[in-house]
């Protein structure tokens, strides 16, 4: 199952719920009256998320029904819509040389989410915005010190992530990767049944039709599995929270670029960069 959340081309600015498919996407936003009513205080975690496996068998049962949406007819928003955290590897890449745990995690702000139709949007131009490809990982149980053994039972699904960063000077990481549209998910979120082994994907990675990187999720240090068990080990992941494989292609975007990433098993998201419309202002001389 592919699950996205969109908005018509033209149309309604409410998100929309629905099942991703080659030429489209079918609307199951029907479903989401089924979610529990909610008050104050709020549970931790994406309530969809956390309420997926009893809702599957009627989003399969309205996406039967539902009629093709013509993909250009729609722009994808976050398959997620309420992630806790993003929980950020660092340094988990074997050519690194670090071992897994060394560096712990980095962690960007949930204000920071976006998805394919938002864009990456600058909102300081003159500073220096890193691209970052990576695979995320959708925890769908809440978990607390899980094994590596069980760590992949407690996924919901798989997405292509861009974890953009602020290119560091005096600031701490949190900072700067937390800068709104910095966390990019798309096209989808891929339900883990439908990924064996996560760390059999690999992805390529594009900047204006220019390779920026093709490797493989098997030369992680922490596979994915590895990486649940380590941060569950220090803190309690809830559903929609997300954890990031870490970067090994990192380089500068600037506006007017255009990031492709395509994870074959998951798909691909076209995200262009832009300037914020709320960037600071630069002094002139």
């Given at each position: 199952?592919?699950?996205?959340?969109?908005?018509?081309?033209?149309?309604s600015?409410?998100?929309?719920?629905?099942?991703l498919?080659?030429?489209?996407?079918?609307?199951?936003?029907?479903?989401?009256?089924?979610?529990?009513?909610?008050?104050?205080?709020?549970?931790?975690?994406?309530?969809?998320?956390?309420?997926?496996?009893?809702?599957?068998p009627?989003?399969?049962?309205?996406?039967?029904?539902?009629?093709?949406?013509?993909?250009?007819?729609?722009?994808?928003?976050?398959?997620?819509?309420?992630?806790?955290?993003?929980?950020?590897?660092?340094?988990?890449?074997?050519?690194?040389?670090?071992?897994?745990?060394?560096?712990?995690?980095m962690?960007?702000?949930?204000?920071?989410?976006?998805?394919?139709?938002?864009?990456?949007?600058?909102?300081?131009?003159?500073?220096?915005?890193?691209?970052?490809?990576?695979?995320?990982?959708?925890?769908?149980?809440?978990?607390?010190?899980?094994?590596?053994?069980?760590?992949?039972?407690?996924?919901?699904?798989?997405?292509?992530?861009?974890?953009?960063?602020?290119?560091?000077?005096?600031?701490?990481?949190?900072?700067?990767?937390?800068?709104?549209?910095?966390?990019?998910?798309?096209?989808?979120?891929?339900?883990?049944?439908?990924?064996?082994?996560?760390?059999?994907?690999?992805?390529?990675?594009?900047?204006?039709?220019?390779?920026?990187?093709?490797?493989?999720?098997?030369?992680?240090?922490?596979?994915?599995?590895?990486?649940?068990?380590?941060?569950s080990?220090?803190?309690t992941?809830?559903?929609g929270?997300?954890?990031?494989?870490?970067?090994?292609?990192?380089?500068?975007?600037?506006?007017?670029?255009?990031?492709?990433?395509?994870?074959?098993?998951?798909?691909?998201?076209?995200?262009?960069?832009?300037?914020?419309?709320?960037?600071?202002?630069?002094?002139?001389?």
């Amino acid at each position: 199952m592919r699950i996205c959340r969109f908005v018509p081309v033209g149309g309604s600015a409410e998100p929309r719920l629905g099942l991703l498919e080659e030429g489209g996407v079918r609307d199951v936003t029907e479903v989401t009256a089924q979610l529990p009513s909610l008050r104050w205080p709020l549970p931790l975690g994406d309530q969809l998320i956390a309420n997926l496996p009893a809702l599957r068998p009627q989003i399969e049962n309205l996406a039967a029904s539902a009629p093709l949406i013509p993909r250009d007819q729609v722009k994808l928003l976050s398959p997620v819509a309420n992630p806790g955290k993003f929980v950020c590897g660092a340094g988990n890449w074997k050519h690194h040389g670090a071992p897994l745990g060394l560096m712990g995690f980095m962690f960007k702000a949930s204000s920071a989410l976006a998805g394919e139709a938002d864009g990456v949007q600058i909102r300081w131009p003159d500073r220096t915005t890193l691209h970052e490809p990576e695979l995320a990982v959708v925890i769908g149980r809440e978990c607390t010190n899980v094994g590596e053994a069980e760590a992949l039972d407690y996924v919901a699904g798989y997405c292509c992530a861009l974890d953009m960063t602020l290119q560091k000077e005096m600031e701490d990481y949190a900072f700067c990767k937390s800068f709104d549209t910095y966390g990019v998910l798309g096209p989808c979120m891929v339900t883990a049944d439908e990924i064996a082994d996560p760390s059999a994907l690999s992805y390529r990675f594009t900047v204006n039709d220019e390779l920026r990187g093709e490797r493989s999720f098997g030369d992680l240090t922490g596979s994915p599995a590895q990486l649940i068990a380590f941060a569950s080990s220090a803190m309690t992941l809830y559903p929609g929270d997300l954890v990031l494989s870490g970067a090994a292609d990192v380089a500068p975007v600037v506006p007017g670029d255009t990031m492709a990433l395509e994870i074959p098993g998951i798909g691909r998201m076209v995200v262009p960069v832009t300037v914020s419309p709320v960037a600071r202002q630069l002094a002139t001389p």
